[in-house]
């Protein structure tokens, strides 16, 4: 009977083994995943993350629209304009606060680190808006500058070393939730986020500075956006340690041990000797350069080359981040899905100098075109960073990812900081063309050719790194060209 017994039992056991190991497999999946399996968690800690970037990025880029009033209401010209813009990258260039930023966020972690640089921006903007909203420091100056540049220029310069350190954050988040899976896509989304803020900075500058009768005014909205964007980071904080509980827990589960070697000094040493690294860091440069520069004085352009009032001008080159938003997501998706990121980056540059060649060219004022060139700068701008910044894990260990995307943002901002102060110079020493009243203050005119043909240096040279980035990822077998989503996935 029980001999009966025990091979009745032998018998279902073995009749039925596919079915066991079926769920014994589901629920060995199911409890070996971490919290970035999750579709819900990660795309939630990337909507955070992004509106954090979102509300520094509306800063970044509130004043460009304002650029006629400042000189109507505060009495600056074109050169004190570029020296104030160019302070965003003062204590990111010449401290080196990047490359630190990176460091810290190596050996530190990203919530620690983002931490710390939201409550940056937030401390940079007050200084900035209340140097703009201060007459204490009328008739002062400071260096020879203007007190009033001066002091504004430093919260600037404040707040660009959190928005950096921010940036420089939220791309080693995205690489901690994705890799593997939807990377550029995850990028895209984020860039197109915080294109979102420039668009918001370009259309309601003037409106909120007239509404509320000041060129302050809108520094004041930001500064309470850029105080909910910190408090979302800090939310995100308590999801990014539920990740690294269950990252964790997978480790016991699986009795895998985590031999990746931390960060040292020497990994500093190790980059700068990649020369795939180099190649996007001058294309980031150089692209950048030629962007967002542009983007501080294009409002004066339409109202200078293209003849739109001041008070429409603002909302033409706003329309730029509106393609960025649907294309850089589309882009990375490609990039994810099919590969091609080197391709996609040397198309990018082809479209910048289009853009800025015909802006150069004297006798083309068309309303329209400037609106069609627009949009193709939103598509350029939709190309290179959907496959540039995705592309750094494919050359730089994770270990390193925070120095080495810290050392980019440094080098980007060299160019960030010194191009707006060139193009301010040039603007004031050789391209005054006459004067026209601003609400009966009589303001400068400006012939921007001279200017737009810098740009489209930049473009030019961007090209041919972008063409040289693609000959060292054949040489070497980065994988620039090939999908970032693993098949197994």
């Not at 015909?358 to 068309?366: C, D």
């Not at 009966?440 to 001279?450: A, E, F, R």
Request: glycine residues 8%.
């Amino acid at each position: 009977m029980i001999t009966y017994i025990n091979n009745e039992l032998h018998s279902i056991y073995f009749l039925h083994l596919p079915i066991i190991n079926y769920y014994f497999l589901k629920y060995m999946e199911t409890i070996t995943n971490t919290l970035r399996d999750s579709k819900a968690a990660r795309w939630t800690a990337l909507a955070v993350v992004a509106f954090t970037m979102l509300c520094g990025y509306y800063l970044t880029d509130v004043m460009a629209p304002l650029k006629p009033m400042l000189e109507k209401e505060l009495l600056w010209n074109s050169t004190d304009y570029g020296f104030f813009t160019s302070a965003y990258g003062w204590f990111n260039v010449f401290l080196l606060m990047l490359i630190f930023g990176g460091i810290i966020l190596d050996k530190m972690g990203v919530r620690f680190t983002g931490k710390m640089a939201t409550i940056i921006m937030v401390v940079g903007t007050a200084i900035k808006y209340w140097a703009i909203s201060t007459h204490s420091l009328d008739g002062h100056t400071i260096l020879g500058w203007k007190a009033q540049v001066m002091v504004a220029g430093l919260g600037f310069a404040t707040f660009g070393v959190g928005v950096e350190v921010a940036g420089i954050t939220v791309s080693k988040i995205i690489v901690k939730w994705f890799k593997g899976k939807e990377l550029a896509l995850a990028m895209g989304l984020e860039m197109a986020t915080a294109r979102l803020g420039t668009t918001l900075a370009m259309v309601t500058s003037i409106p909120i500075a007239t509404a509320l009768h000041g060129v302050s005014k809108p520094i004041l909205v930001c500064l309470i956006m850029l105080c909910i964007g910190m408090i979302a980071f800090f939310i995100y904080a308590t999801m990014d340690k539920k990740l690294d509980q269950s990252v964790a827990d997978e480790a016991v589960r699986s009795g895998s041990v985590d031999d990746e070697e931390s960060f040292r000094i020497s990994h500093v040493l190790e980059i700068l000797k990649n020369k795939g690294w180099w190649y996007i860091a001058i294309l980031c440069v150089l692209f950048y350069s030629a962007v967002f520069p542009f983007i501080k004085y294009a409002t004066d352009l339409m109202v200078n080359k293209f003849h739109v009032s001041e008070g429409l001008a603002g909302n033409i080159p706003g329309l730029l981040p509106f393609g960025t938003i649907l294309l850089t997501p589309l882009f990375g998706n490609i990039y994810d899905r099919k590969g091609k990121g080197a391709s996609i980056m040397i198309i990018g540059a082809v479209l910048l100098i289009l853009v800025h060649a015909v802006y150069s060219i004297p006798f083309l004022t068309s309303t329209p075109l400037a609106i069609v060139m627009i949009m193709l700068l939103g598509v350029a701008l939709s190309l290179v960073p959907s496959a540039m910044w995705p592309s750094v894990p494919k050359i730089i260990p994770e270990k390193q990812l925070g120095t080495a995307y810290g050392m980019i943002f440094l080098i980007q901002n060299i160019g960030l900081s010194l191009v707006p102060l060139l193009i301010g110079w040039v603007l004031n020493k050789y391209c005054i063309s006459g004067t026209r009243l601003l609400d009966g203050v009589p303001v400068s005119n400006y012939n921007y050719t001279l200017p737009m043909i810098i740009f489209t240096a930049f473009g030019v040279l961007a090209l041919v790194f972008a063409l040289l980035l693609k000959a060292e990822d054949k040489k070497k077998g980065y994988g620039l060209e090939l999908p970032n989503i693993k098949q197994h996935e």
